[in-house]
């Protein structure tokens, strides 16, 4: 039998947290040992929830590296720009990694990362969605959803808002959707990629006339749908407790009056059209392939669905697409549509809204290849998902610089 994985977390925030989840679901499998957080509310939660014993438990990674290895694996969930330096510490010193996308938020920091585990022979998981769809001859769109009220919480008043303490928004929302596309593409290589994309709508040209800079001191903020109040307040109301509501309560438990007081003083209580948000809002990344492949992946913040997928690829024998619920397969011979129905086989209630699913098979994937040291179990190894990032890198670079990009081999770059 595989034995028991013994993981560190390294960031008790939603990502750490709920990738921990795991060993409550199986704790046959996987043991949460220790755990690393500023935040002191943070570290105790995960602490108590884990029964984490007390000289386990930091408030800084450093101590952690600082001992001698007495565990298996390490989640490294902390801020974007923060990936790199306790992942390239934990992989020298011989622990397998779980690292929360992006890998990093630049090309020679995930170069380093890979490097890093290369030389030390430990196991690199990024935390990205996976498929095996891996045979696309002709095209294949990706449309990413994110949802109206999630970019922003997440994009606008949240921790991704602004590039230089972040990441860009390509790179830090759909870098797992690039990787996707270049998991489909196989063996070929991307030759061009071309991207555009702006900051829209969240800006003060568009705040609304009378609007106050808080939401809780805002005369129209019953006409606006991206009111703090509707997003989280009013949530809290009905009894719902969870994603987004614990985010921005960092100190203390959910309820009604820490959520007022967050939104009353904290950044997420603050007008949409106000805040020092720069990232793009809509992004389209055009990509073609060796063996004339194109691909074309879209992000767009204004939508109904929160973090849902539409995919259609586009084969000579067929249509395959996805919704987000169904796969519908046309085939051209006989001119019939099949459907089919994905089992859903991870616990409920397991993950953060909208991805829960995948969590749960990125987890179990990354512990069962731990467990049985077996590092093929991870479908998107360290070279592969270095290449997919190299490849995001290019398409921020297209938009930026305004034109195609003819793409030199990204891994000798």
Known sequence: MPSLVHVIVVGAGSRGENYSMFASVHPDRMKVVAVADPRKYARTKLQKKHNISEENVFDDWRGVAERDKFADAVFV?????????????????????????PMATTAEDCREIVEAC????????????????????SHCHLLLQVGFYHFAHAFVRGNWRNEAESSFSLLAKSCHDIDLIHHWAGARRCVKVSSFGSLSHFNKQNKPAGAADRCLECPVEK????????????????????????????????????????????AYGRCVYECDNDV???????????????????????????????TTIYGSKGELSYDGHDVHVFDFLSQQRTKHTPQCLAPKNFGMHGHGVADYHLTDAFISAVASDDASLIRSGPEETLHSHLLVFEAERSRLENKVLHCADIQAK
Request: overall charge positive; charged content about 25%.
């Open 77 to 101: 969930c902390t801020p974007d720009r923060l990936h790199k330096e306790p992942a390239v510490a934990f992989a020298r010193k011989g622990y397998h990694l779980l690292l929360e996308k």
């Open 118 to 137: 290369t030389q030390s022979g430990v196991m690199l998981c990024v935390g990205h969605l996976e498929s095996k769809l891996n045979h696309i001859r």
């Open 223 to 266: 006409k606006c749908p991206y009111s703090a109040s509707k997003i989280y307040l009013d949530q809290v109301k009905k009894g719902n407790t969870g994603w987004p509501m614990s985010v921005i309560c960092t100190d203390s438990s959910v309820d009604i009056e820490s959520v007022t007081e967050a939104l009353r003083t904290g």
């Open 280 to 310: 793009c809002t809509n992004q389209v990344v055009n990509m073609e392939f060796e063996g004339g492949l194109t691909a074309a992946f879209t992000m767009v913040a204004f939508t109904e669905e929160i973090c849902k997928r539409r």
